[in-house]
């Protein structure tokens, strides 16, 4: 009984060590080159992204939403690489007058889209390539900057597209690749507010609100 019930504990313990490596490779920063439009399809399809939807996951999207709340009430937000549109139902809970979130991956928009009504909507667009139809009083980039080659570039233009007094809101992991990141966008936005996340069950994050230092 008790060889059963030690090996049954290695095996739970080989499992969530697994789990973990997964999850890091995931949000390994720079994977842009290795990630094209036909694998993000495939791994929504597949299912790969359902945990973002677990409880362990939202205190972060609570802060994001609570910034937005706070930085930019019933306002127009724009979600970059929104994915199946996770972050949309806490930021509904606050309200706003528009949302529209894009993403590369049409698997996710199509999930996504079960979401949409007359203030919400989502497109199938390349980040790099997207041109909005109007401006916005915030952007989010939540888990995404990293998988862009120059990361700093993508705030930067969208930034063009922020009305004024907005706002961008950045949620990265922390890693010493996000760090470099940080380092560029610290040193080209004004920190509005920031908050480190350090969850016991889940990856440690920071949050920051960032506004053009011209604004």
């Known amino acids: 009984m008790n060889k059963l019930r030690n090996h049954e504990q290695r095996v ?32 929504y399809r597949e299912g790969e992204w359902e945990y973002l939807c677990s409880p362990e996951q939202s ?11 706070w930085y930019a009430p ?46 919400t909507s989502f497109k199938v667009s390349a980040a790099n390539e997207y ?4 401006q916005f009083d915030a952007i989010l980039f939540n888990e995404v900057l990293y998988y862009f080659k120059n990361p700093e570039e993508i705030a930067e233009r969208y930034a ?7 706002v961008i809101i950045v949620s990265m992991w922390k890693s010493h690749g ?3 990141i940080w380092n560029i966008l610290d040193s080209r936005f004004t920190v ?13 994050r920071t949050v920051k609100v960032l506004r053009g230092k011209g604004n």
Not at 19 to 40: I, N
């Open 74 to 119: 019933d306002g127009s937000v724009l979600d970059v690489g929104c994915g199946e549109g996770i972050l949309q139902p806490t930021l509904a809970r606050y309200g706003y007058s528009t949302y529209v979130g894009i993403d590369i991956s049409d698997a996710a928009i199509r999930k996504a889209e079960e979401r949409e009504n007359a203030a």
């Open 178 to 180: 996000t760090g470099r």
């Open 192 to 204: 509005l507010q920031e908050v480190e996340l350090n969850p016991g069950n889940a990856l440690a």
């Open 160 to 166: 063009s597209y922020l009305l004024e007094d907005g």
């Open 131 to 134: 041109v909005p139809e109007q």
């Open 59 to 69: 205190a972060h999207y609570a802060v994001i939403a609570e910034f937005v709340h």
């Open 12 to 43: 739970g313990w080989i499992t969530r060590i697994k789990s973990r490596l997964k999850s890091l490779l995931r949000f390994q920063p720079f994977r842009y080159f290795r990630v094209s439009r036909k694998q993000w399809n495939e791994q």
